[in-house]
């Protein structure tokens, strides 16, 4: 089962600046030019997310299968206890 999820070393390699404690982000979720974004504690992306430019998750955030995010030419930022589907 660890293999389905990214490291924290992998996610710092993706471009996270901060990465928080237990995390589960599915290695089929993308990141594109997501350097200095930052990754909270206790959050879920499940597969086929796709996820482009800066973004801030907070913790204790889920996101569903195939959901679309882009923060180019700007900063998404996802607060605490926030789930998108």
């Known amino acids: 089962m660890k293999d389905l999820y990214y490291t924290r070393t992998e996610l710092f390699d993706i ?7 237990d ?7 993308k990141f594109y030019a997501s350097e200095g974004s930052v990754l909270g504690s206790n959050t879920r992306i499940d597969d086929f997310c796709l996820f482009k ?5 907070g913790n204790f955030v ?3 299968g195939f959901c679309l995010f882009s923060g180019v030419g700007g900063k ?10």
């Not at 471009?15 to 404690?21: N, R």
């Not at 430019?53 to 998750?57: E, M, N, S």
């Open 23 to 29: 995390n589960k982000i599915s290695k089929l979720a």
């Open 62 to 64: 889920h996101i569903a």
């Open 15 to 21: 471009g996270f600046k901060s990465v928080g404690e």
């Open 76 to 85: 998404i930022k996802i607060g605490d206890y926030s789930g998108f589907s």
């Open 53 to 57: 430019g800066k973004i801030d998750f």
